[in-house]
């Protein structure tokens, strides 16, 4: 009897498991059913040639979709799977239902159309024919997608759109140059024919919005970007799993800016007392290489950082190749200096990885080239190679194609992802990398600082309590950005009110990593303490913590 019993308790459990299983099959295919453009940056590559439909009615479907998934996963037995996809449902509700970006934000409609476009021209998974095909199918519903931004946008922030107004001509210069020339291996001429009716009538359909948006939407233009306080808060819990209140957020904020101050002016010091921090940080913003020069600048930085990797047991790094230096897609360089573009989780041809890097436009002045590449100093490219590349970013992303679950595959969150590639910036120089080179470490406390700003300036912003220009003053004064950074980062800002995950999941790691370490004693090992952690994938530090410690203990 008992073993019948066992065998019983066995099959019910089996049974339960196979229907969460099942949930979760049917929840994904509705997600990608009505956003085909996140399926194909997963991997999956049925819907190549749908694109999301924007009206008013389709986000109505979206919010109903989630609202039912969401009774559904409360039903289920408590799992951190569950409780992740929980909150993935929950954030997007908030996003659609009180964030609105669909309302407020006419950058929403242009990029989004465009990144579709990208995520079927920058990768080879499929033969060029073929993605040419999905590619003229989607583009031939870009001008609806246009269209219903017309109907859907009311009010918008004037930051907004004023970005979208900036990325605008980039867009059409991407339609009308770079994806033609991804498709150069095409022979065929009707396709090519059709290809090149549907691009240009793209390339109309931009100009068009473009002029709506100009003589339209900015005399309109007088929302507010703010999110407010309480959406603030249920979208930290939301999206990261952080409960802690805003006023205790913003403290230990300043308390890590302070301490990052005190650390650079203390280096500066050592480089060149004669000089003031400022003096010194900004005497290093000339160090730089010519903007030519910048992709293999950064891609003669890999070897080393590989090596220093692997001989200092830092992680264990699951492959030999290497992400591709190339520069920023056009519709990505006015929020973005630089960044990993990653296959999806279930893409299994085309795997290869791209590491952006934003280039000075050719149009610019000479003295505003000079002053953006003076935040691609030595000692911050060092920084934003190893938090993109080695061990942050694309070692992160090797690690994921290891995992089983679903959820975690296909879900991430910003403290996990931007924080741990944030917190081997320092951690790399604390293990010895570049040999106690102050100029390096000066590039690094740079990047910190630039991420407290973040931080800060994103509660502060996003609560009323701190003004655009307030931020990108911020930047310059407590943060040592040059003004083209502090006013980039500051219109990131206004539409990423959650930019503090960088610093907030660096604190966290840290958090936990003493904490392991004061579990394990004389069996801890930084690689091994690493290597646990990348073996949970991207999901919230809070569940990290109680799977590697075994308790609720505080992330902070």
Known sequence: MKCFAALLLGASLMSA??????????????QFRLNPSAATAAGFHNRDNELEDYSAKSFAERIAVDRRYLAEFSKAAPSPERDIVIARINSDLLTM???RPQEKNPDFYSSSATGSIFGLMSRKFAAPEVRLRNVISREKQIPGVLQEARHNLKNCPRIYT????????????????????????VTDPKLLAEFKDANTQVIEAF???ESFVKTTVLPASNGDYRIGADNYR??????????????????????????????????????????????????????????DALLQTFRDTLGGLIDFVRSHHIITIPSDVRPILEESPPFMRA???????TPGPYEKVATEAYFNVTLPEKDWPQAKVNEFMEA???????????HEAYPGHYVQLLWWQKLTSKVRRLISCGTNVEGWAHYTEQMMLDEGYA?????????QLQDALLRNSRYIVGIQMHTGKMTYEQAVEFFIHEGYEPKPIAELESKRGTGDPTYLMYTLGKLQIMKLREDYKTMKGSAYSLEEFHNTFMKQGGIPIKIIRKEMLGNDSPTL
């Open 207 to 209: 100009k068009s919005y």
């Open 234 to 291: 249920k979208k930290l819990l939301y999206d990261e799993m952080v409960d802690i209140p805003l006023d205790r957020l913003l403290a230990i904020g300043y308390e890590n800016l302070r301490a990052n101050q005190q650390a650079l002016v203390a280096v500066a010091k050592q480089i060149d007392p004669t000089k003031t921090p400022r003096e010194v940080s900004e005497s290093l913003g000339l160090d730089h290489p010519a903007p």
């Open 435 to 443: 040999k106690g080179d102050l100029k390096i470490r000066l590039g």
């Open 97 to 99: 239902e009180h964030i």
């Open 162 to 185: 004023e970005v979208a107004l900036e990325q605008l001509p980039g867009i059409q210069g991407f339609f009308a140059s770079d994806v033609p020339s991804a498709f150069t291996d």
């Open 17 to 30: 498991q196979t229907d969460f299983d099942r949930l979760v099959d049917r929840y994904f295919d509705d």
């Open 376 to 386: 691609f100093n030595r000692g911050t490219i060092i920084s934003t190679a190893i």
């Open 335 to 341: 929020t973005t200096t630089a960044s990993m573009d």
